[in-house]
């Protein structure tokens, strides 16, 4: 028996700069929201946080050897 995928359309803005996401973030944490909701939500604030991720900085390496 194959499982069905189902499609979900979301209509959940996604937060563009780090204010947004931290309200975004706390709408989640405190709202109520469930199912299909929930989930756009949550998509929302991952696809904000890794749009914002700032690229490491170059003088940050550890060597290999001193590495766990």
Do not use: H, K
């Not at 405190?30 to 991952?46: H, K």
């Amino acid at each position: 028996m194959a499982a069905q995928i189902t499609q979900i359309n979301c209509n959940v803005p996604v937060p563009t700069n780090a204010q947004e996401l931290e309200q975004a973030i706390w709408q989640y944490r405190t709202g109520e929201f469930q199912g299909a909701d929930l989930f756009c939500r949550w998509q929302a604030i991952r696809d904000a946080a890794l749009a914002q991720r700032l690229p490491e900085p170059e003088g940050d390496r550890v060597s290999v050897e001193d590495s766990y």
